[in-house]
């Protein structure tokens, strides 16, 4: 019975690259997703990619949501913790709301959905969790502190639970992407993305989401059973470790 992997975020940009990359790699794909039923309907249609429709943000739904995962095709043995929001705003104009929008979806919701699969990864001595940072969090990023503080929590988060499961068999390991060519990145103004972004990036081209993909369908294999608590910097050598 091929292992069962969740990929939140799973329908749309890195996550739907995520999902059929593991689904292409052999693996039972749950793609979840938040909001947009219509993309969410056509990803389904078009991969044969069960999705899931609930928000990582809440703990009770993350819950409902894997059970019914689990349900249908088995335990969880493979985690994408890829779901992600930004509301960016320069530090002094940024409200409550958008702090608390972009942690609890960026941050809390790792926590949301990896306490409820944890525990049988560790009870049955295997299992891979893969957290999806960003650039961002590794070297911060003007009028995005909300989104580097929580990019950045998920590398400690990364680091501290790797240490926990390694015994167990279970791997956590984070990936953080540089600029990748999705639809909301190529959606920028054309000029500030070849005067301003593309040049900062010393391979001198965006990311395709298929090249973060592949980053993790290799750490949720069994060849990377011996990489845990490891970050994988995909950015085109924008910024170095």
């Not at 985690?79 to 104009?93: E, K, Q, S, Y």
């Not at 790797?162 to 103004?189: H, K, L, S, W």
Request: charge should be negative; proline fraction near 3%; charged fraction near 20%.
């Amino acid at each position: 019975m091929a292992r069962v992997a969740v990929v939140t975020g799973g329908t749309r940009g890195i996550g739907a690259a995520i999902s059929i990359g593991l689904k292409e790699a052999g693996y039972q794909v749950a793609a979840n997703f938040g909001g947009n039923e219509e993309a969410a309907a056509k990803f389904s249609e078009a991969t044969g990619i069960k999705a899931y429709k609930w928000s990582v943000a809440d703990y009770e739904g993350c819950e409902a949501g894997i059970k019914l995962v689990e349900a249908d095709l088995g335990p969880v043995e493979i985690l994408v913790n890829n779901a992600g929001i930004t509301r960016d705003a320069m530090f002094h104009r940024m409200t409550v709301q958008q702090w608390n929008d972009v942690i609890d979806t960026n941050l809390h919701g790792v926590f949301n959905m990896t306490h409820p699969v944890y525990p049988g990864m560790r009870e049955r001595k295997w299992g891979r969790i893969i957290n999806i940072s960003s650039i961002n969090g590794q070297k911060g990023q003007a009028g995005q502190t909300n989104y580097s503080a929580s990019k950045s929590g998920d590398l400690g988060f990364t680091k501290a639970l790797a240490q926990e499961g390694a015994r167990f068999g279970v791997t956590v390991n984070a990936v953080c992407p540089g600029y990748i060519g999705t639809e909301m990145v190529r959606a920028i103004d054309e000029k500030v993305l070849n005067d301003k972004i593309i040049p900062q990036i010393p391979v001198g081209r965006l990311g395709e989401p298929e090249e973060i993909a592949r980053c993790v369908a290799f750490l949720a294999s069994d060849d990377a059973g011996f990489i845990t608590g490891s970050t994988i910097s995909a950015n085109g050598g924008q910024f170095f470790v």
